[in-house]
């Protein structure tokens, strides 16, 4: 059964879960010569749907949380629907680009794999990327953060996390052709954007359900004194895509 992780903080996760950047699809794009139709597997928000749709004639987008789909950006060439990545009712070789963005470490890769050769059609490229945990250049705040990580949430982390941790360097990526490419995605944040995006961690909502309060609360005070109201720090996720072809 898959997991749905994501339902209840689907509000916060559409506005503090950070962008994937403009060289991201750029590069995509030179991976998928035809430009019918793509699938976006696992699309939560849909943060790359929407990207998508300005290059192909129709996007499908599929995710297991309706909370999610529900808070998704919209355009017409857009259509979301409630589906498992392993299996879909999409006809035979329907797709030319098959992406899943942040999600694959929570897929079963052979069953996926399995359905994308199904529904992608001859050769059609498959990109799965993820991002790391960010880094604010402050070595105080990032000692911080790597505690409230390791020390704090760690225990909460469901196993699959660990595919994130290593980039995806584990993970069975059983498609053809399959090579790496590496990506960043920067920007500013307040301390409050950063409290929000760690709101969306699925360990601050486990433990928040198993303790009775959220761990943002043992952090909070230390990270006002090192972070002052008003002030911005440059954000850097570091992104990871494997990609190859059906």
């Excluded at 696992?42 to 987008?61: M, P, S, W, Y």
């Excluded at 680009?97 to 929570?106: D, E, G, N």
């Excluded at 993820?130 to 105080?140: D, E, I, K, L, V």
């Excluded at 505690?147 to 584990?170: C, K, L, M």
């Amino acid at each position: 059964m898959p997991k749905d992780l994501f339902s209840t903080q689907s509000d916060a996760y559409a506005r503090y879960r950070p962008v994937y950047p403009a060289e991201l699809f750029a590069f995509l794009l030179t991976l998928a010569p035809g430009r019918e139709a793509a699938w976006d597997c696992a699309t939560g928000n849909g943060q790359a749907a929407v990207v998508l749709a300005d290059h192909f004639q129709t996007v499908e987008a599929t995710d297991i949380s309706e909370a999610q789909l529900a808070k998704a950006g919209q355009k017409q060439k857009i259509r979301y629907s409630v589906a498992a990545a392993e299996q879909t009712s999409f006809p035979e070789h329907s797709f030319d680009l098959i992406t899943v963005a942040q999600a694959y470490h929570w897929i079963d890769p052979e069953a996926f794999a399995r359905e994308a050769r199904r529904v992608g059609r001859p050769g059609a490229p498959v990109a799965v990327w993820m991002y790391n945990r960010f880094s604010t250049g402050a070595p105080a705040l990032d000692a911080l953060f790597d505690r409230f990580y390791f020390e704090i949430t760690g225990p909460y982390w469901d196993p699959e996390r660990a595919h994130v941790d290593d980039n995806y360097s584990s993970i069975a990526f059983p498609f053809a052709n399959a090579g790496t490419a590496e990506f960043s995605i920067d920007t500013r944040w307040t301390r409050d954007e950063a409290v929000g995006y760690l709101s969306t961690w699925s360990a601050v909502q486990k433990y928040t359900r198993l303790k009775g309060f959220s761990p943002l609360g043992l952090v909070l005070d230390e990270l006002r004194a090192a972070w002052p109201d008003g002030v911005i720090h440059p954000i850097r996720f570091p992104v990871v895509m494997r990609y190859g072809s059906v």
